[in-house]
């Protein structure tokens, strides 16, 4: 299904509806629409990975930015500790190497992967530092952790615009709108602070949607 027939298809109200029913189902149909999978590609293609490289999906939900990882040739591994999620991605995008597990506590060996990426993860676990210090763990020399958040910096009359420059409607718009409402937010700093504790030196932040995302980056240190 297409973003389009998206928003043919279902109006505001499956938004609520689906988050109350169906959270799988929310966040697949989320992973379609424009403004996100445009915004979240965006982030992946400013890392500037190689080719083959061995990523890790940090909170993959149902893995559709996983997916796309996996078709622009990366070799991809998607967890989230959903095991809806994990269950809804499978049936989805077969094929994907889609796992359940902590981002707390992550199961692979130390230098397993090229980059490591988290998108509205770190905003939302018990222990963001223990989060970054587990991406880190799992990072090859070299590599790249790059996180994706909602920004504090982003006020609600930039959000009127936002939604005005887009052009967004019916359920696109709906579900834009609940998450600027309701996602936890950080700001930045937090988010640089928390690379510098896992022992990282952040590049200069980058936003995406008008500033509504802020994305922070770094390189793991060569040994």
């Not at 966040?27 to 999978?37: Q, T, V």
Request: aromatic share 6%.
């Amino acid at each position: 299904m297409t973003a389009g027939n998206l928003d043919k298809d279902r109006g505001a109200e499956d938004v609520e509806t689906l988050l109350a029913n169906d959270q799988p189902g929310l966040f697949a149909a989320i992973g379609e629409l424009d403004w996100y999978a445009g915004s979240h590609r965006r982030w992946i293609e400013d890392q500037g990975l190689r080719g083959g490289d061995r990523v890790l999906e940090v909170g993959c939900a149902t893995g559709a930015l996983t997916s796309y990882l996996a078709d622009i040739g990366y070799r991809v591994t998607g967890l989230d500790r959903s095991d809806d999620m994990i269950r809804r991605g499978r049936n989805d995008h077969p094929g994907i190497d889609l796992l359940v597990g902590d981002a707390m506590q992550l199961s692979h060996d130390s230098g397993t992967f090229d980059a490591v990426v988290a998108a509205s993860v770190i905003n939302v676990v018990p222990d963001a530092q223990l989060v970054m210090s587990e991406m880190k763990r799992v990072s090859a020399p070299g590599g790249t952790i790059s996180v994706l958040v909602p920004s504090t910096e982003f006020a609600d009359d930039g959000f009127e615009a936002l939604i005005a420059t887009l052009d967004l409607t019916g359920f696109s718009a709906a579900a834009l709108t609940k998450w600027h409402r309701s996602a936890p937010k950080m700001s930045p700093s937090k988010v640089a602070s928390l690379f510098r504790g896992a022992g990282l030196e952040p590049a200069k932040p980058v936003s995406y949607l008008n500033g509504m995302l802020v994305a922070v980056t770094a390189t793991v240190p060569s040994i």
